[in-house]
């Protein structure tokens, strides 16, 4: 079921963290009827306390650049980005090989 | 619906990589089934071509370590143990916001 997946890490400026992640969830709402998007899991890591963590699962590369362009995803890009510090890394890539949780039909 | 995430790195030895990917699938069919799992998924990055990813999510940390216990997993452990390089790394501990694509409700 090979797919196309992304954990990336957005740092918020001092204190910015729960505006992100609450910024970041508003998006997972869009996306999540987007073609090809299987997850899209906004996290915390105590360890990053400004930042906030996507974990992102596509049937492509793709199908995961094209979420960009959904309705209403380049509002919350707009709302975000006074919040972050720095530009967004780039996020490590992975190839999903399989395993249990997302529907694999879709 | 805050959850219990895990992101962690398998390093096999040279050339086992796709071994010990199989190992894996394995077991995430054994815990697929196991109280409080959402998600447990298998995956190769191509910066690291020997080691295999694994992306968890539970409805707690305790949940998680008693997946250990499932009936097979111990067997696939034993398995997999040889064709470690070396002792696993922690991985990184995520508290799960929310998102889409995990079974909220379960």
Chains 1, 2 share one sequence.
Do not use: F
Request: aromatic content about 4%; hydrophobic content about 40%; some cysteine.
């Amino acid at each position: 079921m090979k797919k196309y997946g992304l954990h990336g890490k957005l740092s918020a400026t001092a204190g910015n963290g729960d505006k992100l992640a609450a910024i970041l969830l508003k998006a997972s709402k869009l996306v999540s009827t987007a073609k090809g998007c299987h997850l899209y899991l906004v996290s915390k890591d105590k360890n990053t306390p400004d930042a906030v963590w996507v974990t992102e699962v596509w049937d492509s590369k793709e199908d995961h650049d094209n979420s960009l362009a959904v309705a209403g995803v380049r509002e919350l890009i707009a709302q975000a980005m006074p919040l972050l510090a720095g530009m967004p890394e780039k996020g490590q890539e992975l190839e999903i090989l399989g395993g249990a949780g997302i529907n694999q039909q879709q």
